[in-house]
């Protein structure tokens, strides 16, 4: 059998990444994004403080959000003690592997990028949090339930509108199917 | 008056004169007007009669004007959609509507159910306790039917709601319910001050009161005045001013629930948007400004179409320019009464006369409204006559004379009850105001909420824009906002002077209290006399304050006969408790969009997409879709697709999509330690590269669940789990760290969804494999034997894992791929066994060889069996403790007579078995005493050319040649079976081992 190449499909399933738009809103599939899962004994935290601002050019962010670092990566909040590091082809440095759990999560999240002046009403139909940029400013991450599928959210920019979401790989396309009727509802479409 | 309504005033009022608007009533045309409500344009019409009585079928006309309405309940739309029990009081006009009305037959008209009056006085409240007793078999099947076809409401279609449903959430800092004058004025404040506002309101004019009065705010008419109001808060960025909305009730944290009625006042439902959003408002404060109910005094026949509460008649004259009657009494108690006379006169209508139950000398300031009109002091109304509309009222007269008097309609005002319902929500109680005369907030109300307006007793609009500012100030102080310059506009600041009548004691005769569900004051009695003496009692007893109502007029005069009849005063007797919803809600507006496909998520496998290409049959598992079968062309039955699917696997091989599996990731230094005490036998002792079958059980003994453990690391293991219970192992092991052992250095995550993973079994699953994993990986038997893991690389280079396991019971490896490979190394994996004739099998092909080869799954692992039923107890380990260890060492547990598991096989040759039968010994009789067991699956096999099956029978593993029978109640079916070996196909485990 000659060598076969496996090709990728992007999180949705798809060969293309999914982007649509509504008047307002519009939703766009990030792809080639690794993602890693981050968790740290509480002896351990401290030390991967200092890890991560050595190696990643950043401290840990507090509860409930996140930080870029100068490497294009971004260090979100997921839990306590547990974080995200996502970035395009991100790689964890094996000093921070040596004290923290780490664990490849690239395939098993999608991230999909919402932005418009709609975003936060096509969001109020979706999930519970408050989206509004005083209480969930530029920076800011929430761990929410979207219709019964575990959900991240991450404000990009809160004056814009503009969101950050991870979701699961297995019912992304129920995921999105909710996003398409609550964008249809808040937006209206032809 | 208007030449096609006859009942329309010539001038004033709120509607839209230009816009024209068709309707039917039971069939008949009608116009209305833009603004107008179905009552309003009813009235306008000269309709009287809408609606029959739930008990006794009385001919009812419209008694108020809002959402409190008992008797004007209609049916709206036609078809599947159909919308029962609607309030035509808050029914919004638009072209086309269709309304019917309910509870009659054969028409509204003539009610051939209307006998039921007649036996009025042997259907007193408690009949049907007492009634329908015996014989105990007829109440099924007789008195019930016949019951509820003869009293009720409307009825819904019975088929699915075609219309489509929303919930939403909304934060904000202050919640304002009600946008009446203390609303408008409480919101006006608040977002003035910056703070983020939700204004609500159950009508589709924001104002409330003031669209129904003839007052003046601020020197403009006080709609004039709410209009402006609204268009400021409407302009205001801090603001969502949401109408058609109501606010139905109050939970916790802040939290409550409203209905917004977003299409149903339109004639068809917009694209994309739903016939009613649900809303769920998240305030840091809220002021609940819901204004106060009117309520109406019970005397005899005082239910007949035209008797009306009289600020009803006020708002159907100055909002809707309609006119209830041609000729109206008013009856009061209390000064508000008189506004009523005051605007019928002023628009032109014919007061007969205004009866007021007080002296002279409380009543000299209000002469001068009467006009010519009569007015009689201490009077009291005894009857009305009419039969489908009132044409006559009784009363006495301050010398207790009767008089009779025409008049068709009857304005009644009994005084005001504070809508208190949503301080209730959360178990407060409101107290008795003697001042006012009706019950107001108490102290307790949910955490955050503040009082105003006349649902905190202030009745006059001057104390309702007060106490809408005063509210909204403190609540901004509350929150820290700044504090804006407030003024209150001038209004109305008249003081409320009632003496309070609940019954006029010398009418003979029914006197009603609840119309909607036909409640008298001798049912209360009744109730009193049985000993139902607490109103919770009362209710129950007699129906009163029940259905879509809640007795919003009722309860209060109710409660106040009960108070008379047991000596005690209304503040001791109390109210009923007050919960959710405050106003009917459809279920489908709880659902919102989560019903039909879109109820729960779906979870696809990256293989989803080329099992669907290849006609796969899906079924769920938990949440997952997964390939049943792969039916091929020409074959005629699911049996056939499964029994070549099992049949080509053990011959050659198959492909299973096993990425549904629950994948955890467990790491950390006490990752191993960790697994110990999960699991029952040991981890720690499992070699890097290696699986090692577990049983996990619950704290209480049982099995919770079986998988395999993997050791990819020295600190890293990976667990699997049945695809049914990865969310509950999942939990499972995260509170035994968070809770039992928060000290161990382990952490884990769910890596479900991170891998694609293929099972690939048969003879020839190596050299399939072969062909994929790169070939610096050996994967011969020495090399990768029975029960071994190792991370490779497949397909030039993609990290892959690979497991040397089996379910089959054939030889067979599990390859995982981050997820993005799957659906290409499911192709990859066919291209590579097509020399094979490789098959893709489903759950059914890998449920029979699993039979075959004797593995439990959720059928066998159905949380009441235990490691030693399932004839594993020897993998509890005797060397460590576990979750679930001691209490599996319980006497029940391990008693020696408990059901083990066991197969199962028909001695008759092409019997069939099925799962759910009950074993029972032969000759003897198939009842509960003789139960043995039950088969928990059954299977044909393909390999054996007959039904097989597992079950649970007293000491099956020591009865292995015993035959039974398999009872089968629900099928009726009853076959000899044999006891044997669970393991049907290569007990030795030769092949796997291959």
Request: hydrophobic share 40%; aromatic share 8%; proline share 5%.
């Amino acid at each position: 059998m000659a060598e076969v190449k496996l090709a990728v499909r992007t999180g949705l399933g798809r060969e293309q990444p999914l982007a649509e738009e509504w008047p307002g809103f519009s939703m766009r599939e990030i792809t080639g994004l690794s993602v890693w899962w981050l968790s740290v004994a509480r002896k351990d935290r401290d030390g991967l403080d200092k890890a991560c601002t050595r190696h990643l050019g950043t401290a840990l962010p507090p509860e409930r959000r996140f930080v870029e670092t100068d490497k294009g990566m971004r260090v979100l909040w997921a839990g306590d003690r547990q974080w995200f590091v996502i970035g395009d082809g991100a790689h964890i440095p094996a000093a921070i592997a040596r004290l923290a759990a780490v664990t490849d999560q690239s395939d098993g999240w999608v991230a999909m990028h919402v932005s418009g002046e709609r975003t936060r009403a096509v969001m109020e139909r979706l999930c519970l949090v408050d989206l509004d940029p005083a209480t969930f400013p530029t920076g800011t991450v929430a761990r929410t339930p979207i219709e019964g599928m575990h959900a991240l959210i991450a404000s990009d920019d809160a004056e814009a509108a503009a969101c950050t979401i991870l979701f699961q790989r297995s019912s992304a396309r129920s995921f999105v199917d909710h996003f398409r009727h609550a964008a249809d509802s808040a937006c209206g479409r032809d | 008056m208007s030449g096609g309504q006859p009942n329309r005033l010539a001038e004033g009022g709120l509607v839209q004169r230009d816009r024209e608007i068709a309707f039917h009533f039971d069939g008949r045309r009608y116009h209305g007007h833009a603004g107008d409500t179905l009552a309003s344009a009813l009235i306008a019409n000269g309709v009287r009669l809408v609606g029959r009585s739930f008990k006794y079928h009385r001919p009812r006309g419209v008694f108020t004007a809002g959402s409190e309405e008992p008797n004007a309940l209609v049916e709206l739309g036609r078809g599947a959609g159909r919308d029962p029990n609607s309030r035509a009081t808050v029914t919004e006009l638009h072209d086309g509507l269709v309304a019917s009305s309910q509870n009659r037959f054969p028409s509204l008209g003539f009610d051939v159910l209307a006998f039921n009056d007649l036996l009025a006085p042997f259907l007193a409240a408690g009949f049907y306790y007492k009634t329908f007793m015996w014989p105990a078999a007829f109440w099924e099947k007789l008195y019930e039917p016949v019951i509820r076809r003869a009293a009720g409401l409307g009825a819904l279609s019975g088929k699915a709601d075609p219309d489509a449903y929303e919930k939403a959430t909304a934060h904000c800092d202050v919640l304002i319910i009600g946008a009446g004058p203390a609303g408008l004025q409480a919101a006006l404040t608040a977002a003035r001050g910056g703070a983020r506002v939700i204004l609500a309101d159950e009508d589709f004019v924001p104002g409330g009161r003031l669209n129904g009065e003839r007052m003046e705010i601020a020197r403009t008419p006080a709609h004039e005045w709410a209009a402006k109001a609204a268009t400021e808060l409407a302009s205001m960025k801090n603001v969502r001013l949401l109408t058609r909305t109501t606010v139905f009730g109050a939970y916790d944290g802040g939290t409550y629930a409203g209905l917004e009625r977003v299409a149903d006042h339109l004639p068809a439902v917009p694209p994309h948007q739903p016939r009613q959003r649900l809303w769920r408002f998240v305030a840091r404060r809220a002021i609940l400004c819901a204004g106060a109910t009117e309520r109406p005094v019970a005397f005899a026949d005082n239910d007949r179409p035209g008797v009306m509460l009289a600020s009803a008649v006020r708002t159907y004259v100055n909002r809707f320019a309609a006119l209830p009657g041609r000729s109206t009494i008013v009856f009061t108690c209390n000064d508000d009464g008189w506004r009523t006379a005051g605007d019928l006169i002023a628009a032109g209508g014919a007061v007969e006369a205004i009866l007021d139950t007080r002296g002279a000398e409380d009543i000299a300031h209000l002469r001068d409204i009467a006009g010519d009109a009569p007015v009689f002091t201490r009077a009291r109304p005894i009857g009305t006559a009419g039969h489908k509309g009132l044409s006559a009222v009784t009363f006495l007269n301050a010398n207790d004379r009767p008089v009779t008097l025409s008049a068709d309609c009857l304005a009644i005002s009994g005084g005001w009850n504070p809508n208190v319902h949503l301080t209730c929500h959360r178990r407060g109680r409101p107290v008795w105001n003697d001042r006012i005369a009706a019950f107001v907030p108490g102290s307790d109300a949910p955490p955050g909420m503040v009082v105003a307006g006349a649902a905190a007793g202030a009745f006059s609009t001057h104390g309702a824009l007060a106490q809408g500012t005063e509210r909204a100030l403190e609540v901004l102080g509350d929150l820290g906002s700044k504090q804006p310059a407030s003024g209150i506009p001038d209004a109305e600041d008249a003081p409320y002077a009632i003496q309070p009548v609940w019954h006029i004691t010398q009418s003979k005769g029914r006197a009603w209290l609840d119309l909607q569900n036909d409640v008298t004051v001798k049912d209360v009695e009744v109730s009193h006399a049985e000993g139902f003496r607490s109103v919770e009692h009362m209710k129950r007893y007699t129906t009163l304050g029940m259905a879509t109502d809640q007795g919003k007029t009722a309860s209060v005069p109710a409660i106040a006969v009960m108070a008379n009849l047991t000596g005690r005063s209304i503040a001791e007797t109390g109210t009923t408790i007050f919960r959710p919803p405050y106003t009917p809600v459809a279920i489908a507006a709880f659902a919102g969009g989560l019903r039909g496909r879109a109820f729960r998520p779906i979870r696809l496998t990256p293989a989803h997409d080329w099992s669907k290409e290849q006609g796969a049959v899906f079924t769920e598992a938990g949440l997952w879709l997964r390939p049943q079968w792969y039916p091929r062309r020409g074959e005629k039955s699911w049996r056939e697709s499964v029994d070549r699917e099992v049949r080509q696997t053990r011959r050659s091989v198959g492909v299973n999509d096993v990425s549904t599996l629950g994948k955890i990731d467990v790491k950390g230094a006490d990752a191993a330690a960790f697994l110990d005490r999960l699991y029952t036998n040991t981890m720690s002792t499992l070699t890097v590269g290696k699986v090692r079958y577990g049983l996990m059980l619950r704290e209480d003994g049982f099995v919770l669940d079986d998988g395999t453990v993997a050791r990819l690391g020295d600190s890293h293991y990976l667990v699997t789990t049945t695809t049914a219970n990865a969310g509950l192992v999942m939990q499972h092991v995260d509170y035994c760290h968070q809770v039992h052992w928060p000290e161990l250095d382990v952490h884990m995550v769910s890596v479900s969804d991170q891998y694609a993973q293929f099972a690939i079994a048969g003879p020839n699953a190596r050299k399939v494999l072969r062909k994929l994993v790169d070939a610096r990986f050996d994967i011969a038997n020495e090399a990768f034997p029975y029960m071994a893991c190792g991370e490779i690389t497949v397909c030039g280079g993609v990290a892959a894992r690979l497991f040397r396991i089996s379910f089959s019971g054939e030889l067979a490896y599990e390859v995982a791929v981050p997820a993005r490979h799957g659906d290409a190394m499911i192709r990859a994996i066919m291209e590579a066994g097509r020399e094979f004739d490789i098959v893709p099998y489903g759950l059914e092909a890998l449920n029979v060889m699993r039979i075959e080869k004797g593995h439990p799954v959720g059928s066998e692992l159905n949380g009441q069996t235990t490691a030693g039923d399932l004839g594993l107890a020897r993998m509890i380990s005797a060397k460590k403790d576990c979750i679930g260890k001691v209490m599996a060492g319980r006497p029940a547990l391990t008693d020696a007579d408990r059901m083990t598991l066991a197969g199962f096989k028909p001695v008759a040759e092409g019997e069939e078995l099925t799962a759910g039968a009950h074993f029972v010994g032969i000759g003897r009789e198939a009842k509960t005493a003789h139960d043995e067991g039950y088969m928990t699956s059954v299977c044909f096999s393909p390999s054996l050319g007959h039904f097989i099956g597992l079950g649970f029978i007293r000491r099956g593993h020591q009865r292995h040649g015993d035959k039974v029978r398999a009872v089968d109640a629900v099928r009726g079916r009853d076959i000899e079976v044999e006891i044997c070996s669970p393991h049907f196909v290569d007990p030795q485990g030769e092949r796997l081992r291959g």
